[in-house]
Nanobody, 121 residues
Framework: QVQLVESGGGLVQPGGSLRLSCAVS????????MNWYRQALGKERELVAG????????NYADAVKGRFTIYRDNPKNTVYLQMNSLKPEDTAVYYC??????????????WGQGTQVTVSS
């Protein structure tokens, strides 16, 4: 059974930090591209950061570059998002996503349940 379980969300003041974790099971974690998405109230879900299966390739949304860091621990089947210098506009539900391309077949694409991050004084 595929599971992606996020943790680490909460309420933080502007300028503060949080670290999100996503522990996965039920598939071969080390072969999947892992992403963090977020969805603010009334807005569409957006990609925040992604990391390749080996960790070699990393990408960030412009809005979080220099403040957020994505990394993964393949032996622990876990991906992390370190969020520093948080701003009120970072407030959203953050989702963990696992993706693996299968060429002409539909890709494997799994989602966690989300964790709320609220940045407010």
């Amino acid at each position: 059974q595929v599971q992606l379980v996020e943790s680490g969300g909460g309420l933080v003041q502007p300028g503060g930090s949080l670290r999100l974790s996503c522990a996965v099971s039920g598939f071969t974690f080390s072969t999947y591209y892992m992403n963090w998405y977020r969805q603010a109230l009334g807005k569409e879900r957006e990609l925040v950061a992604g990391i390749s299966s080996s960790g070699t390739y990393i990408n960030y949304a412009d809005a979080v570059k220099g403040r957020f860091t994505i990394y993964r621990d393949n032996p622990k089947n876990t991906v992390y998002l370190q969020m520093n210098s948080l701003k009120p506009e970072d407030t959203a539900v953050y989702y963990c996503n696992a993706y693996r391309n299968r060429g002409p077949l539909s890709p494997y694409n799994y989602w966690g349940q989300g964790t709320q991050v609220t940045v407010s004084s």
